[in-house]
């Protein structure tokens, strides 16, 4: 078997990288010229920035739906670890879009903190449940759970990596504490504060949003889409063309992404490419020591079976 990363061949996983390097490379040149061209808030940018994220979060569900049916086959003895790492495989979904997107929602439902009813709040917080009350579902259809390791290799990859890389993420922004180009251009001089990512002054952003420009987190919330061929490859007819399309859908959303962060004002090029770089790699070492293990079963368990022989 050809070397995979990710459930898509190893030249993917070198694409994917390189294209961040090559990206870190030219905006460490010009990263505030590219924005002078680039940025230009609109309402479709504000749209998909405000929604985007929604896709990215449906692997969460998907991951504990995962874990869910790779336990069951287990026996009854895991059935109640299965539904409670599904409920948190939603749950992450519903907070983190509450976290990062919530404002917007509350806005659409008219709420007002400490006016409102505390009421319309949790109606807010179901508008999310609802739109990921699907994933589960549809994910319990098409999950083939012939190889129960393997989807719970799948499942707490996903899960792992996505908590480890938010909050890799969220320590990365205090230690550079960069100033987002939408607080630049605010400025009488916004060359003045600009500094390029390798300048970092430690836990200077504190709460303050404005300082919180490298390295992207909502690349860390797009790149999970290239756990996506993960999921491809333990559904029912698997193959490796899906895989490989799955990949592409990948990699067109993250472009799409990251082109929306510079546009929007929130970040520069090196910040999106850094962001997704991290991302990615944690991912990739992720799955990576999850699947070993599974292969390592199925190899000894082929071992087994020619000594019976």
């Known amino acids: 078997m050809k070397r ?8 993917c996983f070198l ?83 509450n976290s990062y997107n919530g404002k917007s929602v509350r806005e659409l439902f008219n709420y007002t903190a400490g006016e409102s009813p505390a009421l319309l709040s949790v109606l807010c917080w179901g508008f999310w449940a609802v739109l990921y009350a699907w994933v589960p579902i549809v994910c319990y259809f098409l999950l083939d759970d012939i190889d129960p390791d393997k989807l719970i290799a799948v499942g707490a990859a996903i899960l792992i990596a996505g908590i480890v890389a938010d909050n890799v993420n969220a320590w990365l922004k205090q230690v550079a504490s960069r100033p987002r ?32 420009s490298w390295p992207s987190g909502n690349m860390t919330i797009a790149t ?16 490796m063309t899906k895989n490989i399309i799955c990949f592409i859908i990948a990699c067109a959303f993250v472009l799409l992404y990251g082109y929306n962060r510079i546009h929007m004002t929130n970040h520069f090029l090196t910040d999106v490419c850094f962001g997704t770089l991290f991302t990615y790699l944690i991912y990739a070492v992720c799955s990576a020591a999850f ?10 368990g082929c071992i087994e079976n020619e000594k019976n022989k």
């Open 291 to 300: 699947l070993k293990i599974t292969l390592k079963k199925t190899e000894s």
């Open 15 to 97: 694409g994917v990288v390189s294209i961040c390097v090559v990206g870190i490379i030219i905006g460490s040149f010009c990263d505030y010229e590219i924005n002078e061209a680039l940025a230009n808030k609109t309402d479709i940018g504000k749209f998909f920035a405000t929604y985007g994220s929604y896709f990215s979060y449906c692997l969460y569900p998907a991951a504990g739906m995962c874990l869910f049916k790779g336990l069951s086959k287990k026996g009854r003895h895991f059935k109640m670890l299965a539904w409670v790492l599904l409920c948190i495989g939603f749950f992450m979904a519903v907070y983190y879009s």
């Open 4 to 11: 995979q990363v990710m459930a898509v061949p190893f030249s």
């Open 224 to 239: 999970m889409m290239f756990s996506l061929p993960m999921l491809a490859d333990v559904c029912k007819k698997k193959s």
């Open 181 to 212: 180009y939408k607080y630049l251009i605010t400025l009488e001089n916004p060359r003045s504060e600009y500094r390029d990512w390798w300048q970092m002054v430690p836990n200077l952003a504190g709460n303050d949003d404005n300082y919180k």
